[in-house]
């Protein structure tokens, strides 16, 4: 069965620091996977998705950036956080039309 | 973008009562999902409703899609303290963008 994984769980980083979130899919080739951001108490934030190896499609401008290294490795990084940036973000990949979520990466900037 | 809502935002309800809650989206669709969250976790799947359905069952679930209104509602029966949770629908556009648009969410509490 398809298992996703995501690192760390939880997250402290100060302000203009750099930072690098994992998310890894088990299970599955070629899947498409997606990045998104919940501020407390919010929906869900499209950040990135990918629909292949080196393919990223960035859905809002900011400092944040994706990578796609491998088929089933999705990078979420920045290279200077902002306060703003804090969040609970995760990864998702999508079999058919449903969406299958990890357990995400709550961040705090400070 | 569309954006999906639902309302109500927030719904407190006893443990056994049924609980409704609404999503309304802005353009044309392939299919609605709902999603549970539980506080601090990922998102689950519910159940997905394409655009030419009108309604779905799974379980205790029950889903309704109008496309002419553009909304749909979840209905929970008989519910548990264990369903508390918010609850988000999501929406993917025609056009095969691979995207998906999540409303706000509606915060479920049953009480026991």
């Known amino acids: 069965s398809q298992t996703i994984h995501q690192w760390p769980a939880t997250l402290v980083q100060p302000v203009g620091s750099p930072l690098s979130l994992e998310c890894t899919v088990e299970?599955?080739?070629?899947?498409?996977l997606y990045w998104y951001r919940q501020a407390a108490g919010r929906g869900l934030q499209l950040l990135f998705y990918?629909?292949?190896?080196?393919?990223i499609s960035s859905e809002v401008p900011q400092n944040l950036s994706a990578s796609r290294p491998q088929d089933r490795q999705f990078i979420l990084s920045s290279k200077k956080l902002l306060l703003s940036d804090s969040g609970f973000y995760l990864c998702?990949?999508?079999?058919?039309?449903?969406?299958?979520f990890g357990p995400g990466t709550r961040l705090t900037v400070t | 973008s569309q954006q999906g809502e639902e309302d109500p935002q927030a719904l407190s309800i006893q443990e056994g009562e049924n609980a409704t809650m609404n999503c309304s989206y802005k353009?044309?669709?392939?299919?609605l999902q709902w999603y549970r969250q539980n506080s601090g976790r990922g998102l689950v799947h519910l159940i997905l409703i394409r655009s030419n359905e009108r309604e779905k069952h799974s379980g205790r679930l029950r889903v309704t899609l109008d496309t002419s209104k553009k909304s749909s509602s979840l209905l929970i029966t008989a519910s548990r303290a264990a369903d508390t949770a918010s609850y988000f629908c999501?929406?993917?556009?025609?056009?095969?963008?691979?995207?998906?648009?999540f409303g706000t969410g509606t915060r479920l509490k049953v009480l026991a």
């Open positions: 999501a929406t993917d556009e025609v056009q095969g963008t691979y995207k998906y648009i």
């Open positions: 299970g599955t080739s070629n899947p498409n």
């Open positions: 353009t044309s669709i392939n299919n």
């Open positions: 990918s629909v292949g190896i080196g393919q």
């Open positions: 998702a990949w999508r079999e058919s039309y449903e969406q299958y």
